[in-house]
């Protein structure tokens, strides 16, 4: 079962009719990088994953058992459930063999403890968070998120076995680089938004739209053991984007998972609020990163155009220049509060 390769500008020419022009950030500082063989790990998940930048495999996670999802007492169409209840498995060779492994699991409350004492039979699997990440929702959900590093293929094996007791979320799940989008995005979103496409990575999972963008400063993030962060890893934005249905109406839905520095946190999220975003979760996610980057979840329903500029003024917030611009403003006003 080979994993999807990285072709976004095919992609994209298909949904736009046109090649995109290759504006990503410069490539991760050099690592050592291993042609990696991810045939056997995805046997073991009996799943199919996409091969992102720096050599990571990762491999999408939807909760499909969940057709009588509600929140706030509004059944969620059934389309829209894997913009939702989504999580995701991640595995990175970190040298023949040996593997750093991340992920974030969507549980039932119910199943919580039946998850937990499966994933740590193995005890290299650590739990590093346990976080709800919607409001209003029935049944109640949490997301356990977990890291490894050691033997990719008996850590893999041991997450199958783990995963059967929230009912398997990889299996079956359609995610594709290559697939022709059934819905020209460029009459969802604004343009300004839709450029940003051309930096990160774009997957049709299930009947949504997925977006994964890195943040400008990702060579500078790193995980346990000096492991360079990616967005394949969960360190980025991601965005789940919901086109207008039969089911849902003429509104557009988008599910996003910011990950921020500390000192991004209130402007992003004032930006969101103020744009017609709901603010349901703010956590902490992995052990030793050095960073203490924080990860933030936002909801919201309506005009895709309008939201789409509401992202697209928040992801300003966390480009390079104009967020150390912000951590240096509030350095100047701390400082200025001590003096007196």
């Known amino acids: 079962m080979p994993a999807s390769q990285h072709s976004s500008r095919s992609f ?3 949904i736009f009719g046109r090649a995109s022009t290759d504006k990503s950030p410069p490539a991760q500082a050099p690592v050592r990088v291993f042609a990696t063989d991810w045939t056997l790990i995805q046997e073991a998940l009996h799943a199919s994953g996409i091969c992102f930048p720096g050599n990571v495999l ?4 939807i909760r499909q058992d969940l057709s009588g999802l509600t929140i706030n007492g ?11 209840v989504n999580g995701f498995l991640a595995f990175k060779e970190v040298e023949p063999g040996r593997f750093y492994i991340c992920g974030s699991l969507p549980a039932l409350e119910s199943e919580l403890s039946e998850l937990q004492s499966a994933l740590r039979k193995t005890r290299a699997i650590q739990i590093t968070s346990v976080a709800g990440k919607l409001s209003g929702e029935s049944p109640h959900l949490k997301w356990v998120d977990i890291e490894v590093i050691g033997d990719g293929l008996a850590i893999a094996t041991a997450l199958d076995m783990a995963l059967q007791t929230i009912q398997s979320p990889q299996l079956h799940v359609h995610a594709s680089l290559d697939t022709h989008f059934t819905v020209d995005a460029a009459k969802l979103l604004p343009p300004q938004f839709i450029r940003l496409f051309q ?9 949504i739209l997925a977006f994964y963008l890195p943040r400008p400063d ?15 890893l969960g360190i980025g934005q991601s965005f789940y984007i919901q086109p207008p249905s039969y089911e849902h109406g003429d509104s557009t ?4 998972d910011f990950t921020l520095r500390e000192h991004e ?15 349901t979760s703010q956590s902490e996610r992995y052990f030793g990163e050095h960073l203490h980057l924080v990860y933030v979840h936002a909801t919201a329903d309506g005009d895709g155009f ?18 150390n611009r912000e951590h240096g403003r509030i350095q100047n006003e701390n400082l200025v509060k001590l003096a007196r």
Do not use: K, N
């Not at 930096?199 to 009947?207: E, I, R, S």
């Not at 060579?219 to 394949?232: F, V």
């Not at 839905?253 to 996003?256: D, G, Y």
């Open 306 to 323: 309008a939201l789409g500029a509401t992202l697209h003024q928040a992801l300003h917030l966390t480009s390079g220049e104009s967020s």
């Open 265 to 279: 946190v209130q402007p992003v999220e004032d930006v969101l609020r103020a744009g017609g975003f709901a603010i």
């Open 12 to 14: 994209w020419a298909r």
């Open 253 to 256: 839905a988008f599910h996003v």
């Open 58 to 61: 990762r491999v999408d996670l």
């Open 74 to 84: 509004r059944p969620v169409p059934s389309g829209e459930v894997a913009a939702i």
């Open 199 to 207: 930096q990160g990575m774009t997957v049709q999972l299930a009947d």
């Open 218 to 232: 990702e060579r500078g993030i790193l995980l346990r053991d000096s492991i360079p962060a990616s967005t394949g």
